[in-house]
T-cell receptor, first 113, second 113 residues
């Protein structure tokens, strides 16, 4: 398996623009997680899905952030409008049966100017 | 808030030496996991120890878990330059039935040749 795939790997955008991050989990995994990592706040869980259904979105910073999982092999995280404080590395991870090990993608480094 | 807290925050050792880092947590857990993150990469799962286990080994890694003290330790024996990375503990709270992991802030390990 190719592992968790994320795109793009790097994104530079200007404040106010819409940003869409994409993730393809490992086939057969029924949990998908979106994290954000910054130096100041460390690794934060934004939202996670089980069988394509959002379970907990309490980590989503504000209404500017939204996430979808239309099918078992694809998820998006959208920020609209983006702000400089959204600059971070965003990771997608997937796992089987929740409590098991999580497999992380390479991350998307987002810079909002 | 972060469940696990690693100690020390940073560790610098020479090749061949052992590296030990600790993780403390606050609530009862289903399991505890350790991850490694190389600079600019996603997290990689190292080892999972369940709440009813006290010690686990994987290659040069040894993990202990003391649920009475709510703490865990990760020992890397005979360290190599390639072990240079950040190490995170993550706990699966037993109160969460869905499998959300809570990550600590990490220990940054530098192994010099």
């Amino acid at each position: 398996d190719a592992g968790v795939i994320q795109s793009p790997r790097h994104e530079v955008t200007e404040m106010g623009q819409e940003v869409t991050l994409r993730c393809k989990p490992i086939s057969g995994h029924d949990y998908l997680f979106w994290y954000r990592q910054t130096m100041m706040r460390g690794l934060e869980l934004l939202i996670y899905f089980n069988n394509n259904v959002p379970i907990d979105d309490s980590g989503m910073p504000e209404d500017r952030f939204s996430a979808k999982m239309p099918n078992a092999s694809f998820s998006t995280l959208k920020i609209q409008p983006s702000e400089p404080r959204d600059s971070a590395v965003y990771f997608c991870a997937s796992s089987q049966q929740g409590y098991n090990e999580q497999f992380f993608g390479p991350g998307t480094r987002l810079t909002v100017l | 808030s972060q469940q696990g807290e690693e100690d020390p925050q940073a560790l610098s050792i020479q090749e061949g030496e052992n590296a030990t880092m600790n993780c403390s947590y606050k609530t009862s857990i289903n399991n505890l996991q350790w991850y490694r993150q190389n600079s600019g990469r996603g997290l990689v799962h190292l080892i999972l120890i369940r709440s009813n286990e006290r010690e686990k080994h994987s290659g040069r890694l040894r993990v202990t878990l003391d649920t009475s003290k709510k703490s865990s330790s990760l020992l890397i024996t005979a360290s190599r330059a390639a072990d240079t990375a950040s190490y995170f503990c993550a706990t699966a709270p037993s109160t969460d039935s869905w499998g959300k992991l809570q990550f600590g802030a990490g220990t940054q390990v530098v192994v010099t040749p």
